[in-house]
């Protein structure tokens, strides 16, 4: 089955900075790249997503970059503001039919003000 | 709008106790799935279901039981609770699984004492 490794666990950054979270994947038939962000007692909720025709996919501040010959892909957070502050976590599927999702274990991000 | 309606918020079990977790959701979504999430370990998948009457094991089936009698229902059975089931719960449906937004419940916080 899949495995998707994610690091680093934790992540402390001053405000206005980038912060980069990593993760590989290691089923080359994944082609869907979801990244949730959960909130301190919240629910994840999706907050980008990549598919594998496509290698870099912006929203504001936030991009995914994907590299299907290494089988990583990254999240990017540009200008780091305290609402960032969260538990972020990258997953791994297929999309043919009904497929399992493949979680990361999580990394939590602290800006710092 | 309701999306994925998950109860109870909190609950306490003692060693040895039965109980039902409840996951509803409105979005007429096909793929429904029930995670633990353990610090360091991220989310886990527990069971899913692929539509009514369908349901398979997860990564960590083992103490649970499912059933997925109506599309809308999902409800996640503790036969016999352990203290290695203190956790947090999230059910989440989506409209294929892979390939697709997960939404979540709002959670479980279980403590099994």
């Known amino acids: 089955g899949e495995n998707v490794e994610q690091h680093p666990s934790t992540l402390s950054v001053q405000e206005g900075d980038s912060a980069v979270i990593k993760c590989t994947y290691s089923?080359?038939?994944?082609?869907?790249f979801p990244w949730y962000k959960q909130e301190l007692g919240k629910r994840p909720q999706l907050i980008i997503d990549?598919?594998?025709?496509?290698g870099e996919k912006k929203d504001q501040r936030i991009a995914v970059t994907l590299n299907k010959t290494a089988k990583h892909f990254s999240l990017h957070i540009t200008e780091t503001q305290p609402e960032d502050s969260a538990v972020y976590f990258c997953?791994?599927?297929?999309?043919?039919?009904?497929?399992?999702?493949?979680f990361g274990i999580g990394t939590k991000l602290q800006v710092i003000p | 709008n309701a999306g994925v309606t998950q109860t109870p918020k909190f609950q306490v079990l003692k060693t040895g106790q039965s109980m039902t977790l409840q996951c509803a959701q409105d979005?007429?979504?096909?793929?429904m799935s029930w995670y633990r999430q353990d610090p360091g370990m991220g989310l886990r998948l527990i069971h899913y279901?692929?539509?009514?009457?369908?349901?398979d094991q997860g990564e960590v089936p083992n103490g649970y039981n499912v059933s997925r009698s109506t599309t809308e229902d999902f409800p996640l059975r503790l036969l016999s609770a352990a203290p290695s089931q203190t956790s947090v719960y999230f059910c989440?449906?989506?409209?294929?699984?892979?390939?697709?937004?997960?939404?979540f419940g709002q959670g479980t916080r279980l403590t099994v004492v």
């Open positions: 990549i598919r594998s025709n496509v």
């Open positions: 989440a449906s989506s409209s294929t699984g892979g390939g697709t937004e997960a939404f």
């Open positions: 279901s692929v539509g009514a009457g369908i349901t």
């Open positions: 089923d080359s038939a994944s082609n869907y």
């Open positions: 979005m007429n979504h096909e793929y």
């Open positions: 997953a791994a599927s297929n999309s043919g039919g009904y497929q399992k999702v493949t």
